[in-house]
């Protein structure tokens, strides 16, 4: 079993900034690839970026590259999201998920593809 737990969450102006982050923990983190989801109201959940267990690559979708950026931090067992530019588009509640297979090759984009989920938190971007 793996736990996650997001935070950072919060209302920011557009323009604005925030960091999430995302910490595990019940099983080695270092070697499962990581992603991060959110889900705005009344839409499905959708893939915002994911980091490979080395951090050596990261694959984001086209509605926030450029803007948003992932890392991870193995040794702390976390993961990252640095959310720059942000726009009231961006309001939702933010997931990050666990792909559970060992040393995985690819960052997957479906939510189905990731196997533990945390809470999620909620940004909320002003206008």
């Known amino acids: 079993q793996v736990q996650l737990v997001e935070s950072g969450g919060g209302l920011v102006q557009a323009g604005g900034s925030l960091r999430l982050s995302c910490a595990a923990s019940g099983r080695p983190f270092s070697r499962y690839n990581m992603g991060w989801f959110r889900q705005a109201p009344g839409k499905e959940r959708e893939f915002v970026g994911g980091?490979?267990?080395?951090?050596?690559?990261?694959d984001y979708a086209d509605s926030v590259k450029g803007r948003f950026t992932i890392s991870r931090d193995n040794a702390k067992n976390t993961v990252y999201l640095q959310m720059n530019s942000l726009q009231p588009e961006d309001t939702a509640v933010y997931y990050c998920?666990?792909?559970?297979?060992?040393?995985?090759?690819?960052?997957?984009?479906?939510?189905?593809?990731?196997?533990?989920w945390g809470q999620g938190t909620q940004v909320t971007v002003s206008s």
């Open positions: 998920a666990v792909d559970s297979r060992y040393s995985g090759t690819k960052n997957y984009t479906t939510e189905y593809e990731y196997h533990y």
């Open positions: 980091i490979s267990w080395s951090g050596s690559r990261t």
